[in-house]
C-alpha cells in the first residue's frame, strides 16, 4: 500500500487471512460494513457506544487497518524525497517505522497509535463518532499506560516509552479544532506528557538509547524535550553532558542530532536570564556583573556554533565548494523547501533558535544599559558580541510558516508548527508589532488555512493552560496575547528593572 512504500516497510496488508468472513452470517458481514462505513462519513453523527464493536476481532482488524493505513497516508508529507536525499538522516523520519514496528507487538503501544488515528481523522472529518471512538481508545491507552509504569519491569521497556510519546502526539490532535471557541486541556497534557517521556529516559539512562528502537525514540523525544524546556524556560533533563555522548555511542550524529544539541540548551539559557538579581542598594554589583558576562559567554558560544551549523547545511545543500560562488543560493531561506519537510522543519526550528537567543540577548543588554552596571562592562560585552538582529530571524518564520499547513505536508506539517510559529507571534506581541506586516500573515494562516485550525487551538489551549501559571491569558485576544508575550519574553521584567 501507498503507506508501506512511502515508510520503507514490508506491507502485510494482503498477505492476512481474510476466509474467516466467509463463515460468519449476513449479520455479521453487516456490521462489518456499518463499522467500516464510520471511515467514509464526514457528518457527525448520533454518538454511539464503539466499545464492543472495537472488542469484536473481525471489526477491530478492518478499523485497525483502515484507520492506520488513512492515518499515515495523511501524517506523511508527501513530496518527501526518501533515504535517497542528501540531507540523510532527516527526511526519513526514523522514529515512524520505529513506533509502528513497536505497535505491531505491544498490544498498548497499538491502542495509543489507534488513538491518534482516530483522533486527528475525526477532527479532520469533523466527524463525531471517530472522535468518540478516538477518546476511548485515549482514555484505555493512557490506563494501560500507568499500569505499565507500576511495573519497574516494563516501565523501562520501548513500548512504554512510546506509548508515553505517542499519547503526547495525540493531544495535537485531540482538542475539537472546529470549535475555536472551546478551549482544551490538551497543552497542559502535552508538556504532561513530555515530562513524562523525561523521566521515563532518566530512569531508563542514556545506556539504553544508544542502538536500535531506544535510539531512535530517544532522537524523537529529545526534539520536544527541547520545545518543553523553552515553553517552561527551564534545563531539559537530557541537557546534561552524559545524554550528548552516551546515545551516540555506536550511531552517527545526524544535522538534526547537532542542531538539537543546541537547542536542548536553551531553556537552561533562559532560566539563568530569568535568575538574574536585580540591581539594588544592597546588590554586589561584581557578582552581577560576572553573572552577566558568563550569560553573555555562552550565548556568544551558542551563536558561533550556529553559525557554523548553518555554514555545514549549507554546503551539503549547494556543494561543499566556494559558497560565495553561489550567493544567490546561499541562504537557508532559499533552500528551505529544497529537500522536503523534515528539513523544513529543521530550518524553522534553526531560526526559532535565533530568535529566542538574540531576543533575550538584546533585552539582557538594554537591562544592563539601565542599571548599575558601569558602562565600561556594557561596553565590554557590545564588542564582544555585536548582538544579531532578532527581526530577520522572525520574519523568515512568519514568512515561510504557510508551508506547514499546504496539504502536501499532511499532519506532519501541523504537529511541528506549534513551537515556531508561537515564538514568533510572542516576539511580535512583545515588542509593540502586533500591526506588522508579519505578524498578520501569522494570524491570516492560522484563521484562513484549514490545517491550521488543530495548531490553533493546541495554542489557545497551552496560553490557557499554561506554565507557569503566570502566564495565562486568551491568546484570541490581542491585549491579553501582548501581556503574556511580555511577560514570556521578560520585557516586563526588563523594565522593572530599568524603573
Known sequence: MVGCERLSLTCTYDERQWAFIAQHSTGSSSTSRANSSILETSDPGPQTAPTAAYQRS????????????????????????????IIDGVVSLPWVPTLRALAGRESTTR?????????????????????????????QALHEANKALRNPVRAQSDDVLATVRILGMCE??????????????????????VEGTEKLLEWRGPESCSAEHGHALFVDCRIYAAVSGMTRRRSSLLSTARW????????????????MDLMIVIGGLLNL?????????????SALQQQCREIMTYTVHLNHQLQAWQQSVLELCVGSGDLAAAAPLATLADVCMNHGYGFFQLIMQYWSIHLVLHSTTWLMLRWMAQSDIPSTTLAE???????????????????????????EAGFYGTQHASWPMAATFHYYAATGQTDSPEFQTIRRVLRGMKSARFT???????????APPQL???????QELVEMAKHWWGVDKADDRAS
Request: proline fraction near 7%; aromatic fraction near 10%.
Open 472 to 478: 495565562k491569558g486568551d491568546a484570541r485576544n490581542t
Open 172 to 193: 495535537m490532535f485531540r482538542g475539537d479544532g472546529a470549535r475555536e471557541a472551546k478551549v482544551t486541556s490538551q497543552g497542559t497534557d502535552w508538556l504532561r506528557h
Open 456 to 466: 490553533s487551538a493546541f495554542l489557545v489551549s497551552i496560553a490557557n493552560h499554561p
Open 273 to 285: 536570564h530569568d535568575n538574574l538579581k536585580s540591581p539594588s542598594s544592597d546588590c554586589n554589583i
Open 381 to 407: 560585552f557590545v564588542r564582544a558580541n555585536p548582538t544579531p538582529d532578532p527581526q530577520p530571524y522572525a520574519a523568515c518564520i512568519a514568512n515561510h510558516c504557510h508551508h506547514y499547513f499546504r496539504p
Open 58 to 85: 473481525l471489526d477491530r482488524t478492518i478499523l485497525e487497518i483502515e484507520i492506520d493505513e488513512i492515518f499515515w497516508t495523511t501524517y506523511m508529507p508527501t513530496n518527501d524525497p526518501g533515504r535517497s536525499s
Open 111 to 139: 491502542l495509543a497509535l489507534d488513538a491518534c488515528g482516530f483522533l486527528a481523522i475525526g477532527n479532520w472529518r469533523e466527524d463525531g463518532r471517530l472522535l468518540q471512538q478516538g477518546l476511548m481508545l485515549y482514555s
Open 244 to 259: 550528548a555522548s552516551i546515545p551516540w555511542a555506536i550511531s552517527r550524529r545526524t544535522i538534526q542530532d547537532k542542531l
